[in-house]
Nanobody
Framework: QVQLVESGGGLVQPGGSLRLSCAAS????????VGWYRQAPGKQRELVAH???????NYADSAKGRFTISRDNAKNTVYLQMNSLKPEDTAVYYC????????????????WGQGTQVTVSP
């Protein structure tokens, strides 16, 4: 069974850094386009950063200049490096990705991870 598993969240002081990972587990051929989303209490889930299968990236205005999304295709893993964290970055962070199960077909399936908590507080 394919899963996307996030890790790397935690408690950090303002100005600190965290690196989140989104790893695909199970039998897959590739993980393609991936987005990192976050949802703070009482707020809608929002897209923070996106990376295409070719490595093109896009960021929310709130993330530009502070967050970097990257991928390691050999490990089927996508990362979100978060620097200069602010209290308003506190949220549950989710990855969402399109997974290609086999090289025999171009069909992709979309998966959400279970989320990882990021708390930015003094």
């Amino acid at each position: 069974q394919v899963q996307l598993v996030e890790s790397g969240g935690g408690l950090v002081q303002p100005g600190g850094s965290l690196r989140l990972s989104c790893a695909a587990s199970g039998s897959i051929f590739s993980i393609n386009a991936v987005g990192w989303y976050r949802q703070a209490p009482g707020k809608q889930r929002e897209l923070v950063a996106h990376i295409s299968s070719s490595g093109s990236t896009n960021y929310a205005d709130s993330a530009k200049g502070r967050f970097t999304i990257s991928r390691d295709n050999a490990k089927n893993t996508v990362y979100l490096q978060m620097n200069s964290l602010k209290p308003e970055d506190t949220a549950v962070y989710y990855c969402n990705g399109n997974v290609r199960p086999t090289s025999l077909s171009s069909v992709e399936y979309n998966y959400w991870g279970q989320g990882t908590q990021v708390t930015v507080s003094p």
